[in-house]
Structure formats: C-alpha cells, structure tokens
C-alpha cells in the first residue's frame, strides 16, 4: 500500500490583486446562505422574480470547494438566513423592505420563507452540512452579526476566509466587509457566488480587490486548485 502523502500547510493561490497566501490550519471556508428558498424554484427568490438558475449554476463548484477545504482539514462554516417563528428578530424595517408581496413569515410551497426549521430555509442537498461542520443561523445580510461566528473563529485561531456563497451583492459582500474590519484576510471564489443580477457581481468582485485588495482577493475555483505551496512558515 503506497502511503499517503500529506497536503501542504499552507498554499499560495494566483489571485487578483495579487497572490493569496493562507495557512490550512487557520483557514476556514465560509459558504453563505445555499438555501432552497434562494436557489431552487418556488422559494423566496423566485417569488421576487429572480431568474433562480443563475444561483443553481454555482451549486457544484461551491460543492467542490467545500470538498477541497474538507479533504485538507480545514473548517467549514454554513450559514443561513433565517428566522424565528414569532418573527421577533426580524426588524420591521427588513419585513417591510420593498413593500413585497410575500413576506418573511409567509407560507409557501417549501414553508413559511425564510423561517428557521422551515423546508425553503435549510441548504440544498447537494452543499448540507456535515457532522461537526459549523452552522451559523443569522437575522441579518452578514454572517457576525448577531451570531456566534466571531467567537467560533477566534476560539479556533482563524485568521484567513475563503468564501463562496449567494447573492454575491448582498450576504457575502456584507459579511467580507465584516471579516474585513475585522482583521481576517478574505479570498472570494469567483464561481462558487452568483448573483440574480450579472452586473450586480462583476461590480461587487471589482469592489472587493479595488486598491490593492481594500475587501480582499478573488480567485476562481481553477486557481485554487492549482495553489502551489505557500511560504508563511518558511
């Protein structure tokens, strides 16, 4: 039997602004929000209007990542937005936003939208969590707020986030942002975020890596798979 041979502790993926060094061991990837309520048909995005395919056709490159960050070690983060029941972390300010139709709370084929425990609410089948990955449940756009993230990274000496995830705009810009100020350096998978609205993204990734990286870096899925080992340890 041939031994194994051990992954790298650290890569060095070819990124825009420039190269992205990370250490596997203080690395987490960080997929937000694949829900059903955003990505598959009769979900909340579709009752927005939202051509859902576009977000459906990240699916398995975001299953991808997760399957490299999984066979290196590294830990794996899940969000969803979602709320209780009674409504009572979802300001009215957000409930009201728009002046929709269908509302957060209101029934629809997969549940009430956007309800924790509720069918439309929970990942898709393809992207669910495994044993012992983390699931963070958020009331708002980005991932820190009102959670446990910011304790759970520190508690595991995180300092570099890859991301993928949806809408690229909204939830993963916000929470890049967040992890931003917060001192985290943060990689985008550029393929593994989609967003309704085509522009919406290409303006968000150039935003991101703007003025040598002011959010962050971003790479697509090739890149990383194609990450040499990195030099932080040497």
Same mark, same amino acid.
């Given at each position: 039997?041939?031994?194994?041979?051990? !992954?790298?502790?650290?890569?060095?993926?070819?990124?825009?602004? !420039?190269?992205?060094?990370?250490?596997?061991?203080?690395?987490?990837?960080?997929?937000?929000?694949?829900?059903?309520?955003?990505?598959?048909?009769?979900?909340?995005?579709?009752? #927005?209007?939202?051509?859902?395919?576009? #977000?459906?056709?990240?699916?398995?490159?975001?299953?991808?990542?997760?399957?490299? +960050?999984?066979?290196?070690?590294?830990?794996?983060?899940?969000?969803?937005?979602?709320?209780?029941?009674?409504?009572?972390? +979802?300001?009215?300010?957000?409930?009201?936003?728009?002046?929709?139709?269908?509302?957060?709370?209101?029934?629809?084929?997969?549940?009430?939208?956007?309800?924790?425990?509720?069918?439309?609410?929970?990942?898709?089948?393809?992207?669910?969590?495994?044993?012992?990955?983390?699931?963070?449940?958020?009331?708002?756009?980005?991932?820190?707020?009102?959670?446990?993230?910011?304790?759970?990274?520190?508690?595991?000496?995180?300092?570099?986030?890859?991301?993928?995830?949806?809408?690229?705009?909204? +939830?993963?810009?916000?929470?890049?942002?967040?992890?931003?100020?917060?001192? !985290?350096?943060?990689?985008?998978?550029?393929?593994?975020?989609?967003? !309704?609205?085509?522009?919406?993204?290409?303006?968000?990734?150039?935003?991101?890596?703007?003025?040598?990286?002011?959010?962050?870096?971003?790479?697509?899925?090739?890149?990383?798979?194609?990450?040499?080992?990195?030099?932080?340890?040497?």
């Amino acid at each position: 039997m041939m031994p194994s041979i051990p !992954y790298p502790d650290s890569y060095e993926v070819a990124a825009e602004p !420039y190269g992205f060094d990370f250490p596997t061991a203080q690395t987490a990837v960080i997929m937000i929000d694949m829900q059903r309520d955003f990505i598959l048909p009769g979900g909340f995005g579709a009752s #927005l209007g939202n051509d859902v395919g576009r #977000l459906a056709a990240t699916v398995p490159v975001a299953r991808h990542l997760l399957d490299w +960050c999984r066979a290196r070690g590294m830990l794996v983060v899940h969000t969803k937005e979602a709320h209780a029941g009674d409504l009572s972390d +979802c300001p009215l300010s957000k409930l009201n936003r728009g002046n929709p139709s269908v509302r957060i709370g209101d029934p629809s084929p997969m549940g009430r939208i956007l309800i924790d425990g509720e069918e439309g609410s929970d990942f898709v089948d393809e992207l669910a969590p495994l044993p012992g990955e983390v699931v963070i449940v958020k009331p708002g756009k980005g991932a820190f707020h009102a959670t446990e993230l910011g304790n759970i990274l520190s508690k595991a000496n995180i300092t570099h986030l890859l991301f993928g995830g949806v809408t690229t705009e909204v +939830c993963v810009q916000t929470t890049m942002r967040e992890a931003n100020d917060r001192g !985290y350096e943060c990689l985008l998978i550029e393929d593994a975020t989609e967003s !309704y609205f085509p522009e919406f993204k290409q303006a968000t990734i150039a935003m991101i890596r703007a003025q040598g990286g002011i959010v962050g870096w971003t790479a697509p899925l090739s890149a990383l798979l194609l990450a040499i080992p990195g030099h932080l340890h040497e």
